[in-house]
T-cell receptor, first 115, second 111 residues
Framework: NAGVTQTPKFQVLKTGQSMTLQCAQDMNHEYMSWYRQDPGMGLRLIHYSVGAGITDQGEVPNGYNVSRSTTEDFPLRLLSAAPSQTSVYFC??????????????FGSGTRLTVV | SQQGEEDPQALSIQEGENATMNCSYKTSINNLQWYRQNSGRGLVHLILIRSNEREKHSGRLRVTLDTSKKSSSLLITASRAADTASYFCATGSYGNNRLAFGKGNQVVVIP
């Protein structure tokens, strides 16, 4: 059971380049989300999804796109990379509850540097 | 916006001692969760406590929740060097699956 798999683990981009961070889970979790982690800022929610075909914005969505065509995959696209997007990105998944959240399973992260 | 705020921000203790961290939050919650993050790794879920619960145990972990004070505490008993990590609290609201994370609390256990 792999859990949540993120690729790549490290990436360096030039300003203006685009790329896709991959996230896949094999636990049949309905809920998936992307966070970025910056020093002193904790984790901030970028986008999330409650199921295939359904996505919504989190706290810091600007400059990022997502789609959810399958239950398993939730890729994060950087449209035109900027140095402010230098961060560690985490994908997380969980069961979806009508009343509230369950515990999240996190991926190991993607460390992105934009130069 | 960040919901949970951990206190103290950094803690250094001797192996075998107990470590206590606090988390405060501002709005009504459905549950509160604690996570551990080892250096360079992803977060690992430790424990979830619901708003109608006051205390919960899991191994050497003890979590309390005081909804009247909007605060929670995480106690790690008989700490080990392997407990060295950052610990985050996260709050969940009613009717959605989002979690709002605090900024984290770094714990160093000295062998």
């Amino acid at each position: 059971n792999a859990g949540v798999t993120q690729t790549p683990k490290f990436q360096v981009l030039k300003t203006g380049q685009s790329m896709t961070l991959q996230c896949a889970q094999d636990m049949n979790h309905e809920y998936m989300s992307w966070y970025r982690q910056d020093p002193g800022m904790g984790l901030r929610l970028i986008h999330y999804s409650v199921g295939a075909g359904i996505t919504d914005q989190g706290e810091v969505p600007n400059g990022y796109n997502v789609s959810r065509s399958t239950t398993e995959d939730f890729p994060l696209r950087l449209l035109s990379a900027a140095p402010s997007q230098t961060s560690v990105y985490f994908c997380a998944s969980s069961y979806a509850g009508a009343e509230g959240s369950y515990g999240y399973t996190f991926g190991s992260g993607t460390r992105l540097t934009v130069v | 916006s960040q919901q949970g705020e951990e206190d103290p921000q950094a803690l250094s203790i001797q192996e075998g001692e107990n470590a206590t961290m606090n988390c405060s939050y501002k709005t009504s919650i459905n549950n509160l969760q604690w996570y551990r993050q080892n250096s360079g790794r992803g977060l690992v879920h430790l424990i979830l406590i619901r708003s109608n619960e006051r205390e919960k145990h899991s191994g050497r972990l003890r979590v309390t929740l005081d909804t009247s004070k909007k605060s929670s505490s995480l106690l790690i008993t008989a700490s080990r060097a392997a407990d060295t990590a950052s610990y985050f609290c996260a709050t969940g609201s009613y009717g959605n699956n989002r979690l709002a994370f605090g900024k984290g609390n770094q714990v160093v256990v000295i062998p």
